[in-house]
């Protein structure tokens, strides 16, 4: 089975980092995805931006890492706010989560 593909987007927008991610946030793309976003993090700003409206595959794994980036984020004081496609809807309303967008 083949690894699935996704584009990290990284830009700024009203002052705020924000990284877009298009395609699959599988297991082969997860180490990659969190250290761009702990780079993010680490930017020093407080609030961050994760455009996750055009993932097309998420799952416990993803969140695993999503919940550690939230605690990186709140120990620096960082909101995340991050916008979900409906599969990344699904997996956090089946994690019992409730994303805001």
Request: proline residues 3%; negative net charge.
């Amino acid at each position: 089975m083949a690894d699935g593909i996704f584009t990290l987007i990284r830009h700024e927008s009203g002052g705020v980092p924000c990284l877009g991610v298009v395609g699959e946030i599988d297991f082969a793309a997860l180490q990659l995805f969190a250290t761009t976003v702990c780079d993010l993090i680490e930017d020093g700003t407080d609030r961050v931006r994760l455009d996750l409206t055009t993932v097309t595959h998420f799952g416990a794994s993803g969140l695993a890492v999503l919940s550690a980036l939230g605690e990186v984020a709140a120990d620096k004081d960082v909101t995340l706010l991050i916008h979900t496609s409906p599969i990344v809807r699904q997996v956090l309303g089946a994690a019992g989560l409730t994303p805001d967008t």
